[in-house]
């Protein structure tokens, strides 16, 4: 069972930057960050490959998130810049037993609690 705890959520203002990491406690194969809204289902933000090689946005954050990880440390991590008020959401990373990406909740095994992201305009 691999445990994922994200950090580096919190406050800002629209056009502001942060960077969120993923911590998993064991090797992991390919990885993403969802989120989350109130009132929403959760939606497919990135998703990177064991290797790094392959990485994938959603529409609504391309050029804007940049998605990377170090297998090394067992982290990934997500450059969210540009921000706006409709990124405000609980952001989740995933890690899954498969070496390809997926955008699917459903592509994914283990899951962090979350960290939530508020973007004031």
């Known amino acids: 069972q691999v445990q994922l705890v994200e950090s580096g959520g919190g406050l800002v203002q629209a056009g502001g930057s942060l960077r969120l990491s993923c911590a998993a406690s064991?090797?992991?194969?390919?990885m993403a960050w969802f989120r989350q809204a109130p009132g929403k289902e959760r939606e497919f933000v990135a998703t990177?490959?064991?290797?790094?090689?392959?990485?994938y946005y959603a529409d609504s954050v391309k050029g804007r998130f940049t998605i990377s990880r170090d297998n090394d440390k067992k982290a990934m991590y997500l450059q969210m810049n540009s921000l706006k008020p409709e990124d405000t959401a609980v952001y989740y990373c995933?890690?899954?037993?498969?070496?390809?990406?997926?955008?699917?909740?459903?592509?994914?095994?283990?899951w962090g609690q979350g960290t939530q992201v508020t973007v004031s305009s």
């Open positions: 990177i490959s064991w290797t790094g090689t392959n990485k």
């Open positions: 064991g090797v992991t194969l390919a």
């Open positions: 995933a890690a899954r037993k498969d070496v390809n990406t997926g955008t699917y909740p459903t592509n994914y095994d283990y």
